[in-house]
């Protein structure tokens, strides 16, 4: 069933798109019939249930604080812009469930929402839906465009979302608008911001290996990319306690072993990773629902050495490619194909734990890292279309009492064999780690 929720009075206005915008409309429209799967969403639990009314109250009161929700783009003939539309209506679809059920209803509500696309022109970014019981709200889920958020302004979306369920005043500052990062990026200081951070990716990939596999560079693409998830309890419960012992954050651990893993397999000597990055250091960006997160360039030299040492390598890496992450990123990518022969950045590492707040999402049961290592999994779900200048792309993600690692790649630069043996030796680097400094 479908309602709609009407909203009036917000703020209006026409702009430049941001960078954000501009780089994720450029993906997506590439996309065709795949975009679905770069829509953001997420869950949150409702209790007590609300009635309907107020739901709807408060997905209204979202729509007219974040401005990215009410936003259309367009192509005008010479660049992107962005409308702020002051009034409209966008669509909630009710599910109804047993009360005893909704959490699970929501999971597979949840994951149907996701799978379908916007249209960035002609329709408002966002959809919601309701799980409901003997007719009040038990659990709001909250779907958007990827051109309206990324996971960062997502999770922001649903904090808000709970203060209003809880009727607590929304903390922080005010949210900076999407047209207020465009006149930023427009100005001098946004100008200067941007050239640096080009500056510094084509000099990275000046230092960068030609292929981070070389013997088989030059080969045509794959007519389809695989795509494997590794489900993996043990990665949930080691990687925390691996980030604790080494005195790191659990991005750089990830980043150290898929590093290591993908030396073993090219036998390059240094890794170059395109990572996502938060970006919410301008005033306001703190809390803001947009897209704003891309990538930087993480270049490693040199992965033959001792996990604990390289991790902590990886952390000092990790934060020079975060510097220098937020772009102009078609004025790069014109850079880039002004180098002739750029070195190999096919490679994507995007780790969005924690950005998709599903309950009992990533929460795995404490048991023996052994016990916990017998339940991984290794599925292949889907195949997807070929991807631009793409040898892998690897996403970590939360699951139900468990750490997926879901990885798309190129299979004529990496077959279905060498898929699995990446993803179980990022799982055994980790986890090998967490059982060492247990046992210390």
């Known amino acids: 069933m479908e309602q709609q929720i009407a909203f009036a009075g917000g703020r209006s206005g026409t702009g430049p798109a941001t960078w954000g915008q501009s780089a994720i409309w450029d993906v997506v429209r590439r996309l065709g019939d795949d975009a679905a799967r770069y829509n953001v969403s997420g869950g949150l639990p409702l209790d007590?249930?609300?009635?309907?009314?107020?739901?709807?109250?408060?997905?209204?009161?979202?729509?007219?604080?974040?401005?990215?929700?009410?936003?259309?783009?367009?192509?005008?003939?010479?660049?992107?812009?962005?409308?702020?539309?002051?009034?409209?209506?966008?669509?909630?679809?009710?599910?109804?469930?047993?009360?005893?059920?909704?959490?699970?209803?929501?999971?597979?509500?949840y994951h149907e929402l996701q799978a379908i696309p916007f249209d960035a022109e002609r329709q408002l970014p966002v959809r919601a839906g309701v799980v409901t019981a003997g007719g009040r709200a038990g659990y709001l889920i909250l779907s958007l465009s990827h051109t309206a958020?990324?996971?960062?302004?997502?999770?922001?979306l649903l904090a808000d979302a709970a203060a209003l369920a809880a009727g607590r005043p929304l903390a922080g500052e005010e949210p900076a608008q999407p047209l207020d990062e465009a006149?930023?990026?427009?100005?001098?200081?946004?100008?200067?911001?941007?050239?640096?951070?080009?500056?510094?990716?084509?000099?990275?990939?000046?230092?960068?290996p030609a292929s981070q596999f070389p013997a088989r560079?030059?080969?045509?693409?794959?007519?389809?990319?695989?795509?494997?998830?590794?489900?993996?309890?043990?990665?949930?419960?080691?990687?925390?306690?691996?980030?604790?012992?080494?005195?790191?954050?659990?991005?750089?651990?990830?980043?150290?072993?898929?590093?290591?893993?993908?030396?073993?397999?090219?036998?390059?000597?240094?890794?170059?990773?395109?990572?996502?990055?938060?970006?919410?250091?301008?005033?306001?960006?703190?809390?803001?629902?947009?897209?704003?997160?891309?990538?930087?360039?993480?270049?490693?030299?040199?992965?033959?050495?001792?996990?604990?040492?390289?991790?902590r390598r990886t952390f000092g890496a990790a934060l020079s490619a975060q510097r220098h992450a937020y772009y102009d990123?078609?004025?790069?990518?014109?850079?880039?194909?002004?180098?002739?022969?750029?070195?190999?950045?096919?490679?994507?590492?995007?780790?969005?734990?924690?950005?998709?707040?599903?309950?009992?999402?990533?929460?795995?049961?404490?048991?023996p890292l052994a016990a916990a290592r017998e339940r991984t999994t290794l599925t292949w779900p889907i195949e997807h279309a070929p991807r631009h200048n793409t040898t892998f792309a690897l996403d970590a993600q939360d699951a139900p009492g468990s750490l997926e690692l879901a990885m798309t790649a190129d299979a004529a630069i990496l077959p279905r064999a060498d898929m699995q043996r990446f993803l179980f030796g990022i799982e055994d680097l980790i986890v090998t780690q967490a059982m060492r400094l247990t046992a210390v």
Request: aromatic share 6%; charged share 20%; hydrophobic share 45%.
């Open 329 to 367: 990123k078609l004025a790069l990518a014109r850079d880039i194909a002004g180098l002739g022969s750029p070195g190999d950045h096919s490679c994507f590492v995007n780790d969005v734990r924690g950005l998709v707040p599903i309950a009992g999402y990533g929460q795995a049961p404490d048991e």
């Open 217 to 311: 560079a030059g080969r045509p693409a794959a007519g389809t990319f695989p795509n494997a998830v590794l489900n993996s309890p043990a990665l949930a419960l080691s990687l925390d306690r691996v980030a604790t012992g080494l005195e790191v954050n659990p991005g750089a651990v990830l980043l150290a072993a898929a590093a290591a893993a993908a030396a073993r397999l090219g036998g390059a000597p240094d890794a170059v990773f395109q990572i996502v990055v938060n970006n919410r250091f301008l005033p306001g960006m703190a809390g803001a629902v947009n897209t704003i997160a891309q990538e930087g360039l993480l270049l490693l030299p040199g992965t033959a050495e001792d996990f604990p040492g390289l991790v």
């Open 183 to 208: 006149a930023f990026q427009t100005s001098d200081k946004g100008r200067r911001r941007d050239a640096a951070a080009r500056r510094s990716w084509l000099e990275k990939l000046a230092k960068g």
């Open 149 to 156: 958020s990324d996971g960062w302004g997502l999770r922001n």
């Open 48 to 109: 007590p249930p609300l009635p309907m009314d107020r739901l709807a109250a408060i997905v209204r009161e979202l729509l007219l604080r974040h401005d990215s929700l009410r936003t259309t783009l367009r192509w005008d003939g010479d660049r992107l812009e962005q409308d702020v539309h002051a009034d409209g209506a966008v669509a909630l679809h009710v599910r109804e469930s047993e009360p005893a059920d909704v959490t699970g209803t929501a999971y597979a509500f």
